[in-house]
């Protein structure tokens, strides 16, 4: 019998849509649209954690929205005028909550869980080769915060049944997402507010670092929460007297108390590196991470032959080693560079597609001319840093004219580096070929303390 009403709920009420809403909406703009989620490293396909991250993230859209399809559903008995005849049947009032919950919550829970199937085939039949399972707690308790939202504003509007509760829901449920959102330019993401308060919300920053992912008391103390929240809205459901909705009450403020003692109250405590994904994976001199697995069988030819043309370009001063870039940095720090090994960065644009000899090159410019300025498709460094390294690699390559790391740009500043660069370099080449080398060593000693200048390469001195 409750198999059948079951069907009949979902078939025949409000329920499915909100599955609906968060599914199509989620893949609407995952697919239709081309944004910070489809690039880099970090993009919603690329690592499990990172479609996990995205789908949270989007939390921030869906929340209000299902919270109002919750409201008006639990409006159905007061607006149909019902609620006195149902509380004559012999049924339990538990029981009636249970059916409309149950169907809310199954709804919800297959569209949030096809989304993450959809995201998740596309992970598992792309390029990465690391499948830890710390995506999962994410995803679940996603699929809690939603659950519990839906069934908390149910028993709201079954509480205050007006047409007023709805909107009222949805406009209280933007504010506190938009009071409570993270920001996430610093080197890890942080709520505006306090990190515990913050931390009352499900939804997380977007994804930047893909080496980052959740600590496991925040998992524990947002579950505390969102499980209270969702005993409260299950209580008010069934709650037929005004005693019985105060004492409704008491689950959701019991779990915000024990969740605040429980959640991280510093955002380096909230945000943490997923070391098994950050375990370094080497092949002789190169080492990437765990999580760039798929990429070492490239880079390492490549890197040890990049190695061998930056040390008969600099001798003994020349790195040893290349590994791939994974310090923690705000939005637009520069990097802090080694001397020792040359840094990969898979996000940098000289990166993002290189392969065979493009690799080298990209390998020995990143060598001689290292930038610290992060070049991704969130931060856009100098001009005047890609001339550097296309000068550089074309003086180690032995090539007869100067060859643009990437293609020059025509906007009046980049037509001027370039014209700076074409100088430079015939400049370089007068120069007896002892001279020349003096010159590039002087240009890596700048670059690594960042006064690298792009005028200065001829003449010696490459810091102002």
Known sequence: MNGRVLRTELKRSAAPWAGVVVLGGSLAVF?????????????WTAQWTTMAMWTRYLLAFWLPLVVGIGAVYGLREPRSRMTELLATTPLP?????????????????AGFGLLVVVGGAQVAFGPTTYAGLGWLPI???AVLGLVAAAVFAMGVARTLPSVLT?????????????MLRVRTEGEVPESRTSNRLGLLSPVTGEPRQMLLTLSGSVHLGQTLWLLGLLATGLALSAAATRRARLLAVTPALAGAAVALLVLPAAAR???VIDKAAAAPVCDGPVCVTEASRSHLAELAPRGR????????????KAPTSVREDTALRALGDPRSLPGDAVLVDFDDQLFIDATGTDLTRALVAQGLAPSCNARTSREGGAQDGVALQSIAASWALGDPGLRPMVERDTDEYSRR???DADAAWR???????????????ELRTAALSCTARLREVPAGGASR
């Open 31 to 43: 697919l239709l649209y081309d944004g910070v989620w489809s690039k880099g490293t970090a993009a």
């Open 93 to 109: 009032a538990w029981r009636r909550a249970a059916l409309p919950t149950g169907a809310i919550a199954l709804a919800l829970a």
């Open 139 to 141: 995803s679940l308790v």
């Open 166 to 178: 709805p909107p009222a829901l949805v406009v209280a449920c933007l504010v506190v997402t938009s």
């Open 269 to 271: 405590d909230t945000y």
């Open 305 to 316: 032959e990049a190695l061998s043309v930056l040390h008969d370009a600099l001798g003994d």
């Open 417 to 419: 580096t370039w014209a």
């Open 427 to 441: 400049e370089l080449k007068a120069l007896a070929p002892a001279e020349q080398r003096s010159r590039v060593a």
